[in-house]
């Protein structure tokens, strides 16, 4: 009995320590092919300062998927600035990246709460994942890769 809480215990610890959240790629929570689904990706100073509340999508009357994830400043004493970047993918899984050093800068003052939110750019896109860094640069919220 102890040995199942204390691993209990250790995989509640590795999940919350990862830097994204993933869907897992079967049924509604992925797109079939094994993408995963609302991924979000942090650099380590962003995640000391922002937290994901909610992570939802929505079908437009165009076709087009919308994507909403809700942030809030963890600190509730001081602001934070961070960038932000949607990527999204197709059925046959081909991504489809924004436009190179195309973040959107965000403020958030102490404890605020703000919702950010892209819409897909064709209607065959079914996944999409965030980067959320502390630098205006593309690929710096997965250690410059």
């Known amino acids: 009995m102890k040995v ?4 209990a215990l250790a995989a509640a610890s590795f999940l919350c320590s990862c830097d994204m959240f993933v869907g897992t790629g079967k049924g ?5 092919n094994g993408l995963p689904r609302r991924k979000i990706i942090t650099d380590k100073e962003t995640r000391k300062s ?3 509340l909610k992570i939802d999508d929505s079908t437009l009357p165009n076709g087009k998927m919308k994507a909403e994830v809700t942030l809030v400043n ?3 004493n001081n602001p934070c600035k961070f960038f932000y970047v949607f990527i999204w993918y197709t ?4 991504k489809i990246a924004p436009p ?6 965000v403020f958030l003052t102490s404890g605020e709460k703000q919702t950010i939110t892209s819409v897909a750019p064709k209607a065959d896109c079914v996944d999409f994942q965030v980067e959320l860094s502390a630098s205006p640069l593309i690929g710096d919220a997965t250690g410059g890769s």
């Open 91 to 94: 059925k046959a899984g081909k």
């Open 4 to 7: 199942r809480v204390l691993l």
């Open 50 to 52: 922002v937290k994901i």
């Open 28 to 32: 509604p929570y992925g797109t079939g």
């Open 100 to 105: 190179p050093n195309r973040r959107v800068e």
């Open 74 to 76: 963890r600190d509730k």
